[in-house]
């Protein structure tokens, strides 16, 4: 079939981007789904740091490829082997497909499935193929989703069927903003009542991350962002203290406006200066968390004696460090029942046909989760 999608063919492309345009609306070919396959209408798709490090070149893929990872649609017709699944029904995206039957899959731990991050990086669709091509050149699909179009095959073990009484524009939220945000505090860093924490970045994820924070019970919970704006967003939403770094001159002065250290300290930027910050806010004894992938190149260092000494963890977490299939119904009912409502970040819609400018107000740092709608 013949649909609309972006397809990214050149990254680092100079911002603004309703300028230069690296995301080009063109018609391609979907072929149908394969076995253990699902076509899918999109409905809505958001804007997430993920794409636009691909697009500026930060994190390189193989192109040519249809961008979007985060997403909720409609099924439209399953493939052979898809018995749990039927036209009609409504699906979130998941960014890591996993087979089920590798060591981490074995061990629940579905977002280091081997043969789902070899795809990813491949460019194809678990099973190995592609299904987006323009004439005899196939694209690649990104994370296995490709979601910036009208329509998109994926595997089975690439969505989770959600309630259809859920928006589109609320369920596509819960593919990766919640399910990485709220996963790193409930799933990684296991916050208990009582915990203080600390969430540096106020992206879709690092909002995701306060709200389950605030759900489980946190005592103090410090929200940093460089945007004001984002932090009165975060003090309604349930933050204790907030903190702009351009206000801060000292670590001194970022204990103070934080109210001391904290037990977790959650990087949700995905910048070394927002690793950095939330290490330093982690108490003796206490973990850092980041779920940010910032460009590969990039690292930081460490004072291991006072690791050592202060026995302070360090640990990452990708695809909020659970099962995709479980979480995303949870933090569902969670949100339905008023104890993480993430609507709250919901932020601008877009068409397809303004992807670029989309992505100009996400470099900004200023915006909430916004979204591509169909």
């Given at each position: 079939m013949k649909i609309k999608a972006a397809v990214l063919r050149n990254m680092g492309l100079t911002a603004p981007y309703a300028?230069?345009?690296?995301?080009?609306?063109?018609?391609?070919e979907l072929d149908p789904p394969g076995f253990g396959e699902?076509?899918?209408?999109?409905?809505?798709?958001?804007?997430?740091?993920?794409?636009?490090?691909?697009?500026?070149?930060?994190r390189p893929r193989g192109l040519p490829m249809v961008l979007g990872h985060e997403s909720s649609g409609e099924v439209v017709e399953v493939g052979a082997g898809v018995t749990d699944l039927k036209a009609g029904d409504h699906v979130a995206m998941?960014?890591?497909?996993?087979?089920?039957?590798?060591?981490?899959c074995l061990e629940g731990r579905p977002a280091l499935c081997e043969p789902g991050a070899a795809a990813n990086t491949q460019g194809t669709l678990l099973s190995g193929a592609r299904r987006l091509h323009v004439g005899d050149e196939y694209l690649n699909h990104h994370t296995g989703v490709s979601c910036f179009a009208e329509y998109a095959v994926v595997s089975r073990r690439s969505c989770v069927k959600v309630n259809v009484e859920l928006s589109h524009r609320e369920a596509a939220l819960f593919g990766c903003a919640v399910l990485t945000g709220a996963g790193a505090v409930l799933n990684r860093a296991r916050v208990k009542a009582g915990d203080d924490v600390a969430i540096v970045g106020l992206g879709g994820v690092g909002l995701s991350a306060l709200l389950a924070a605030v759900a489980a019970g946190a005592r103090r919970v410090v929200a940093v962002d460089l945007s004001d704006d984002k932090l009165a967003l975060a003090r309604e939403l349930g933050a204790t203290h907030t903190v702009n770094p351009k206000q801060v001159k000292?670590?001194?002065?970022?204990y103070d406006l934080a109210g001391g250290r904290v037990h977790y300290g959650l990087d949700m930027a995905g910048a070394v200066p927002a690793f950095e910050t939330a290490y330093k806010l982690t108490r003796?004894?206490?973990?850092?968390?980041?779920?940010?992938?910032?460009?590969?190149?990039?690292?930081?260092?460490?004072?291991?004696?006072?690791?050592?000494g202060e026995e302070r963890e360090i640990r990452g977490s990708y695809l909020g460090s659970g099962v995709p299939a479980i979480d995303i119904g949870r933090y569902i009912d969670l949100y339905k029942g008023g104890r993480l409502p993430v609507d709250k970040m919901m932020g601008?819609?877009?068409?397809?046909?303004?992807i670029n400018e989309g992505f100009d107000e996400l470099a900004t740092g200023s915006n909430l989760r916004d979204a591509i709608v169909f």
């Open positions: 300028d230069s345009r690296p995301l080009q609306i063109t018609e391609v699902v076509l899918v209408r999109i409905r809505a798709a958001g804007l997430c740091h993920s794409d636009l490090s691909v697009i500026n070149g930060d998941v960014f890591v497909p996993s087979c089920g039957c590798c060591h981490p000292s670590d001194d002065d970022l003796r004894g206490g973990a850092t968390v980041t779920s940010g992938l910032p460009n590969p190149k990039l690292g930081f260092s460490l004072s291991l004696s006072q690791m050592v601008k819609s877009f068409t397809l046909d303004q």
